[in-house]
């Protein structure tokens, strides 16, 4: 499953039945069900298969990262809606902060009241402890965000950089706050599994399996109480066994593909299955290999992403919800990114034209013959697509681009690789193109330094990158992420972002197909407030920071 998509899919890929009997509990929710009393245990699932113990907040790879219960017992500093990028964050653990000097400098003011659950009061030492930790180990610190001087005076916090964090602001702020006095004592931030987590968050761990983690709520919180008394995190095998648990009511949130999700999930109950997916600023599209020729020739991907049709990769290989389809032709989602699209390209979406394609060939002298594209040289255009076996969503959308390709005369082969070999073929860029996602952010130019930027570019061959898969080598591009990432007025950040969106168009390194989505799968038999379409005040995924705002607005379904 994939990096991003490792906590969820991967989100999409994994479980066995026979597991649900052992690590369900029944239907897990005796106290919701049937008796008539108020619902108080929430079952939180994830098809992510058996965990080990690691409470770390920090390692993507920990249990608590994985079924997301590590936002429960940390908090942040400012709580982001990334669905709603450009609005205000909401005070959490830091009641205001202010950005000076081009985003240079950052001054935080530290909420008071606050206690951790071992009853220890939080200070500003704990906040200004939390960046230092990040400073001094490039482990805990994977946005590369530069550090400087750090300080505490009464109830601030204040932080310096080197550089302008415009586009790093929202990362800066959604820190999340660990106490000094249980961190310091630890031999490796970056390593230790961290059994016995201290948090300010309402929840702490009362027993953990392989299966299941249980979380239990605190004695006092500086909010109110949430009315969820338990969180039973549970971890299933694989995507078939979390979906059977949604099903059957075992399990009440998730984030699951789930293929057929009406007749499986929705309709087995219409009244409280529910599901919503908004995107965010991330996509995932047709990364191409922009070292292999003919694909070096900028014409030739434009054809390709003419012939690409997005709306049978979003109905049939997302499944009608999973990931959004993009509509812009700059890459950009909408509507969370609507307000970024440079007036040239405004409401100027994506169509399917053939012909068109055939043109763009034509005139870059591309000849197709018969049902053969034959690149300038005459030899014919033939091209691998391949993601792991075990995506299939993925593997779905291949089928429909090579189909898709066929249109014009480029022979695809579609190849279902085993996993690890295929995150060593792209990190090393050894692929001719395979669907993968994007970084997302606060703005656009998270999607585009991820495709574009030079200075993560890397040979053929040489791997630990972290983006630029298709070696896309564009200097103005460069130049551009770094004008935008260190503008010091917004006029001049818009003009750069208007660039990138050009040369998006213009160059097309990536096809884009859809939006990176923070939805979830929930159900309201037994608990009301979920966010919605009509009620965007978070993201639905469980395993997402904002997972915290969702559980303290949840009540008992019916009550007043």
Known sequence: MRARRTVALALSGLLAAATLAACSSGDGNTTNTGSGSAATVLNVG????????????????????ALGYRWMIFEPLVMINPIKPTEAGKPWLATEWKWADNFTKLSLTVRDGVKWSDGKPMTPEDVAYSFQLRKANEGLNPEAIPYGAITVAGNKVDLTFPRSQFVNQNKVLTTFVVPKHQWSTLKDPTQDTLKSPVGTGPYTVKSFTPQTTTLTVRDSYWQDLPKVKELRYTSYNDNNAQTTALANGSSEWSFVFVPNVKAVYQDKDPEHHKLWFPANLGIHGLWINTTRKPFDNPALRRAMDKVINRDDIFMQGEAGYFYPKVESVTGIPTPAGESFIAPEFKGVNHKVDVEAAKKELADAGFKLEGDVLKDPTGKPVTITLTDPAGWSDYITDLEIIKD??????????????????????????????????????????????????GKILKPVGKGGISGNYGRFNSPEATKALDQYANATDDATRTAALNTLQKIMVEQMPVVPTSASNVGGLYSTKNWEGWPDEQNQYAPAQPTQQNALQIVLNLKPAGAQ
């Open 46 to 65: 994830m098809p992510n298969g058996p965990q080990t113990e690691n409470h770390n907040p920090f390692l993507g790879s920990s249990s608590g990262a």
């Open 404 to 453: 898709n390709l066929s249109t014009i005369g480029i022979k695809a082969t579609v190849d279902k690789a085993n996993q690890d070999a295929w995150f060593k073929a792209f990190d090393e860029g050894n692929f001719d193109a395979g669907m993968h996602w994007t970084n997302g952010g606060a703005t656009p130019y998270d999607i585009y330094q991820n495709i574009m930027d």
